[in-house]
T-cell receptor, first 113, second 111 residues
Framework: KAGVTQTPRYLIKTRGQQVTLSCSPISGHRSVSWYQQTPGQGLQFLFEYFSETQRNKGNFPGRFSGRQFSNSRSEMNVSTLELGDSALYLCASSLTGAMDTQYFGPGTRLTVL | QKEVEQDPGPLSVPEGAIVSLNCTYS??????FMWYRQYSRKGPELLMYTYSSGNKEDGRFTAQVDKSSKYISLFIRDSQPSDSATYLCAMSAGSNYQLIWGAGTKLIIKP
């Protein structure tokens, strides 16, 4: 069974630009969650999508948005990038949500210059 | 103050030692407790999942929850160099709530 894949793995952008990250969940998983991971802060929850609907949202500004497609693939967009957005962005898929085992992808390392 | 506190380490121990990793939390509504392991350049993977108080054992790993003290622990017996990783605790009040994560403890097992 193929795992969670994330593209691209590495990304370098400059302040003010926007970026789109992609996540393909494990086949059959309908829940996709996005996290931001920075040293010392751990994983900060961004949002969760289930069957194309945003079901839960963390405390991030509106510059962070996402969507989920009918095949459960998900994208995350960050507009007007700031230096503080530099982080590892992780995507996790599960059958039903946070109480299920979450399977993580390897992450996208975003660097904002 | 963060809802979940976890010492970032690094914690360095010799091979074969018993390792104790801990998290404290402030929200008494948390009922679901998890430990994830994250190797370098990889995403986290679930190690242990416990509900409410008590102990749970799986091979060399034991998870312990003390809700009265708002304290959870992960014990690793007979530690191996392959256990070197970052260990993250996560917890939730229920299915309608998001997971809240600790910052992770970096563990180094010296051969």
């Amino acid at each position: 069974k193929a795992g969670v894949t994330q593209t691209p793995r590495y990304l370098i952008k400059t302040r003010g630009q926007q970026v789109t990250l992609s996540c393909s969940p494990i086949s059959g998983h309908r829940s996709v969650s996005w996290y931001q991971q920075t040293p010392g802060q751990g994983l900060q929850f961004l949002f969760e999508y289930f069957s194309e609907t945003q079901r839960n949202k963390g405390n991030f500004p509106g510059r962070f948005s996402g969507r989920q497609f009918s095949n459960s693939r998900s994208e995350m967009n960050v507009s007007t990038l700031e230096l503080g957005d530099s982080a590892l962005y992780l995507c996790a898929s599960s059958l039903t949500g946070a109480m299920d085992t979450q399977y993580f992808g390897p992450g996208t390392r975003l660097t904002v210059l | 103050q963060k809802e979940v506190e976890q010492d970032p380490g690094p914690l360095s121990v010799p091979e074969g030692a018993i390792v104790s990793l801990n998290c404290t939390y402030s929200n008494s509504a948390f009922q679901y407790f998890m430990w994830y392991r994250q190797y370098s350049r990889k995403g986290p993977e679930l190690l242990m999942y416990t509900y409410s108080s008590g102990n749970k054992e799986d091979g060399r790993f034991t998870a312990q929850v003390d809700k009265s003290s708002k304290y959870i622990s992960l014990f690793i017996r007979d530690s191996q160099p392959s256990d070197s990783a970052t260990y993250l605790c996560a917890m939730s009040a229920g299915s309608n709530y998001q997971l809240i994560w600790g910052a992770g403890t970096k563990l180094i097992i010296k051969p």
